[in-house]
Nanobody, 124 residues
Framework: QVQLVESGGGLVQTGGSLRLSCAAS????????MGWFRQAPGKEREFVAA????????YYADSVKGRFTISRDNAKNTVYLQINSLKPEDTAVYYC?????????????????WGQGTQVTVSL
């Protein structure tokens, strides 16, 4: 059983930056493909970014390409999401997820474990 705990969310102004972290415990972190998703009020959860087991492959949603960067540190059992040039439409709860199959999947249904989420709010 893998436990995931996100942190780093907060309230920022448009154009600002945040670095989200997701700390994993209870499993062999380097075996998991990892992803970030987000859910805005009244909307479905959507894919943001994903990274392969050793970081060699990454994927991004079109809406965040060039602004968000996913990375991981297997020695620290942590995956990160650097988010820059924030826009009000980035306001959402951000979740990290782990795929025990090791894939950097784009679909939320491929993921086996989820964190509790961290709120990101972008003000005008």
């Amino acid at each position: 059983q893998v436990q995931l705990v996100e942190s780093g969310g907060g309230l920022v102004q448009t154009g600002g930056s945040l670095r989200l972290s997701c700390a994993a415990s209870g499993g062999t972190f380097s075996r998991y493909g990892m992803g970030w998703f987000r859910q805005a009020p009244g909307k479905e959860r959507e894919f943001v970014a994903a990274i392969s087991t050793y970081g060699g492959t990454t994927y991004y949603a079109d809406s965040v390409k060039g602004r968000f960067t996913i990375s991981r540190d297997n020695a620290k059992n942590t995956v990160y999401l650097q988010i820059n040039s924030l826009k009000p439409e980035d306001t959402a709860v951000y979740y990290c997820a782990a795929d025990q199959g090791g894939r950097p999947a784009l679909s939320q249904y491929e993921y086996d474990y989820w964190g509790q989420g961290t709120q990101v709010t972008v003000s005008l």
